[in-house]
């Protein structure tokens, strides 16, 4: 059985940017944790969705047609598919992202990075 998920801790314990690190999983999927800061690149994910929920700061998802902004407490779906670029603009953001298991973090056209026990 799993011990509780203390948010605040596991955000203490890297400073890293744009490198997410899984803290919890459910039905097969990752929950994840990671802190951005600047811009990302454009990319898509064509298997599967892209969750964002906003602990702290605030985070503009750049879609082609618009810029969806959210501060904590916020959360926002990118349907699969769809081309968008994160971009922490106006400081650190911490975010917390839920994806299949196993699923790259950064999509198609993007680096990838692995993902981390956290």
């Known amino acids: 059985m799993m011990d509780k998920v203390n948010l605040a ?3 203490a314990a890297f400073s ?6 899984r803290v919890a999983g459910y039905n097969g999927n990752d929950i994840r944790i990671v802190k951005v800061e600047g811009e990302f690149v454009w990319h898509t994910h064509d298997d599967t969705d892209d969750f964002f929920l906003v602990v702290d700061g605030e985070l503009d998802i750049e879609l082609r047609d618009r810029t969806v902004t959210l501060g904590p407490g916020e959360l926002f779906v990118v349907p699969r598919g769809v081309e968008h670029r994160p971009v922490a603009r106006r400081g650190e ?3 917390i992202n839920i994806e299949p298991g196993g699923t790259h973090n950064l999509g198609e056209g993007s680096p990838q990075r692995p ?3 956290g």
């Open 16 to 21: 890293d940017h744009w490198a997410p690190r």
């Open 115 to 117: 993902v981390v026990e």
């Open 93 to 95: 953001v911490r975010l």
């Open 9 to 11: 801790e596991k955000f």
